[in-house]
């Protein structure tokens, strides 16, 4: 039986129609989300909703009965069906599509070229990119593999993974590939770099892909487990990354992150 089912008995059982008692669910629901672990019983529930007792008791069973909660003692808490629900809302979500989306509505962004990335091994694939009003002469083409130690993307990418991790990937590797000067040549600094990524909260490769090009980057953690993660950047030529123009830019990359 579905969740709508079992909220169409209650009208015939208490009285209420569909479309409050799917409203009411709903509101429950956000006020769980709220509490995080915390389970909170019916007479609760109905203080903080303003409703009454026994409605809310009624659609707390009913949604305990198809596992978007779960009974913990005389209370209710977030149940495992809602982690499948997002699970599968995420698996059919474009991420590419809501990359351009979202690029068109950064303020500063949305000047300048902004690319999204997957890492694997120690590469990244580049997914998409969004050109601004200001062109740039770039080696990462949609689909184009680069290496994740000079790249912003990468360097986002990288300090993001958990140490286990980052020393498997790193295991036996002695010298790293450089395209420019500025270029990590061995782990050691780029280990460095990346503890500078995790305090600060966004990469930097400065000229360290193509001299006189910078790029800022931010992870983006994959939606699915083993997935990613992921990586957005915003490129630009380093004579217009200015002091007053760079913190609008690492704003406008947290939004797009989010």
Request: proline share 5%; with cysteine.
């Given at each position: 039986?579905?969740?709508?089912?079992?909220?169409?008995?209650?009208?015939?059982?208490?009285?209420?129609?569909?479309?409050?008692?799917?409203?009411?669910?709903?509101?429950?629901?956000?006020?769980?989300?709220?509490?995080?672990?915390?389970?909170?019983?019916?007479?609760?529930?109905?203080?903080?909703?303003?409703?009454?007792?026994?409605?809310?008791?009624?659609?707390?069973?009913?949604?305990a009965d198809v596992g978007l909660l779960r009974r913990v003692g005389t209370g209710f808490a977030l149940g495992r069906r809602l982690a499948e629900l997002g699970g599968a809302y995420l698996t059919a979500v474009d991420m590419v599509q809501e990359f351009y989306d979202a690029c068109r509505l950064l303020p500063t962004g949305s000047e300048e070229t902004v690319q999204l990335a997957v890492l694997d091994g120690l590469e990244m694939t580049y997914l998409a990119r969004h050109d601004g009003q200001q062109p740039v002469r770039l080696s990462s083409q949609i689909g184009r593999r680069l290496p994740a130690t000079s790249t912003a993307t990468g360097k986002a990418a990288?300090?993001?993974?958990?140490?286990?991790?980052?020393?498997?990937?790193?295991?036996?590797?002695?010298?790293?590939?450089?395209?420019?000067?500025?270029?990590?040549?061995?782990?050691v600094t780029l280990l460095a770099d990346l503890e500078t990524v995790?305090?600060?909260?966004?990469?930097?490769?400065?000229?360290?892909?193509?001299?006189?090009?910078?790029?800022?980057?931010?992870?983006?953690?994959?939606?699915?487990?083993g997935e990613g993660p992921h990586a957005a950047s915003i490129t630009l030529l380093k004579a217009r990354a200015t002091d007053d123009r760079v913190p609008a830019l690492i704003a406008d990359l947290r939004t797009l992150a989010e």
């Amino acid at each position: 039986m579905t969740v709508a089912d079992e909220l169409v008995g209650l009208d015939a059982s208490g009285g209420e129609s569909l479309a409050p008692a799917v409203t009411r669910a709903a509101a429950i629901l956000d006020v769980l989300s709220e509490n995080g672990a915390l389970a909170l019983g019916p007479s609760e529930l109905a203080r903080r909703l303003g409703l009454p007792k026994s409605s809310i008791a009624n659609i707390c069973g009913a949604l305990a009965d198809v596992g978007l909660l779960r009974r913990v003692g005389t209370g209710f808490a977030l149940g495992r069906r809602l982690a499948e629900l997002g699970g599968a809302y995420l698996t059919a979500v474009d991420m590419v599509q809501e990359f351009y989306d979202a690029c068109r509505l950064l303020p500063t962004g949305s000047e300048e070229t902004v690319q999204l990335a997957v890492l694997d091994g120690l590469e990244m694939t580049y997914l998409a990119r969004h050109d601004g009003q200001q062109p740039v002469r770039l080696s990462s083409q949609i689909g184009r593999r680069l290496p994740a130690t000079s790249t912003a993307t990468g360097k986002a990418a990288l300090a993001s993974l958990e140490p286990r991790e980052l020393e498997r990937r790193l295991a036996g590797v002695t010298v790293l590939p450089a395209a420019t000067p500025k270029a990590h040549r061995n782990v050691v600094t780029l280990l460095a770099d990346l503890e500078t990524v995790r305090s600060r909260g966004y990469s930097f490769d400065d000229e360290e892909t193509i001299e006189g090009v910078v790029c800022f980057g931010i992870a983006v953690a994959g939606r699915q487990p083993g997935e990613g993660p992921h990586a957005a950047s915003i490129t630009l030529l380093k004579a217009r990354a200015t002091d007053d123009r760079v913190p609008a830019l690492i704003a406008d990359l947290r939004t797009l992150a989010e």
